[in-house]
């Protein structure tokens, strides 16, 4: 079992709907969780960072930690073409340098 | 660009030949770190750099790979006597070093594929 497990899909919506997307991990010590973005053939941009649990919003994007379930979420909202990407959830221990991703998301919004 | 820069962007190489690449992190990082992903999957950690000091390597990172990274500016990834199945899109990011949370910022990759 892989320490962050994230549903590749394909997943695609229309323009302008709401996006929800999700991790699961399994090691209660990762204690920062970040959501990267990912275009094709580029290397990943970090989107937003949570310490700990609770909500943190920017702009278009909320992402949500809920440490008691193991459980990490980021929405989109009024999603757009240019957000089509592949996401991918991140998680660090307290004090620990490396990054531990999940598999990503491969988003496509439609026009 | 003040990014972090990686050189080459693509290497085709055969199966038995050494690669070497290189990164630049961004300037004022002291922290810079090497992952590598594979189709499909997200980065995996295979080691990271303080200055020049090698502070953690990964098991991923066989007695085939080497990572320097001397006088603490830019670092280098071998792949000794390389096969099928180091292909991959090689990451380096770079960071700063503090309290709590330092952004780690990635570079655009080396993609191999080893013939």
């Known amino acids: 079992q892989k320490e962050v497990e994230q549903d590749p899909g394909p997943l695609s919506v229309p323009e302008g709907a709401i996006v929800s997307l999700n991790c699961t991990y399994s090691?209660?010590?990762?204690?920062?969780f970040m959501w990267y973005r990912q275009y094709s053939r580029k290397g990943p941009e970090l989107l937003m960072y949570?310490?700990?649990?609770g909500n943190k919003e920017d702009g278009r994007f909320t992402a949500q930690v809920d440490k008691s379930s193991k459980y990490i979420s980021l929405f989109i909202r009024d999603s757009q073409p240019s957000d089509s990407a592949t996401y991918l959830c991140?998680?660090?221990?307290?004090?620990?340098?490396?990054?531990?991703f999940g598999q990503g998301t491969r988003l496509t919004i439609n026009p | 660009d003040t990014g972090v820069s990686q050189n080459p962007r693509h290497k085709i190489t055969k199966r038995g030949q050494n690669v070497t690449f290189r990164c630049d992190p961004i300037?004022?990082?002291?922290?810079l770190y090497w992952y590598r992903q594979t189709l499909g999957q997200g980065p995996e950690f295979l080691t990271y750099?303080?200055?020049?000091?090698?502070?953690?390597k990964s098991r991923l990172l066989s007695d085939r790979f080497s990572a320097e990274r001397p006088k603490g500016s830019f670092s280098t990834l071998e792949i000794q006597r390389t096969e099928q199945g180091d292909s991959a899109m090689y990451l380096c990011?770079?960071?700063?070093?503090?309290?709590?949370?330092?952004?780690?910022?990635f570079g655009p990759g080396t993609r191999l594929t080893v013939l």
């Open positions: 990011a770079s960071s700063l070093t503090g309290p709590g949370y330092n952004e780690q910022f």
């Open positions: 090691n209660s010590a990762f204690q920062y």
């Open positions: 949570t310490y700990s649990s």
């Open positions: 991140a998680m660090s221990f307290q004090g620990a340098q490396k990054l531990v």
């Open positions: 300037s004022e990082h002291n922290r």
């Open positions: 750099f303080q200055n020049e000091a090698q502070l953690e």
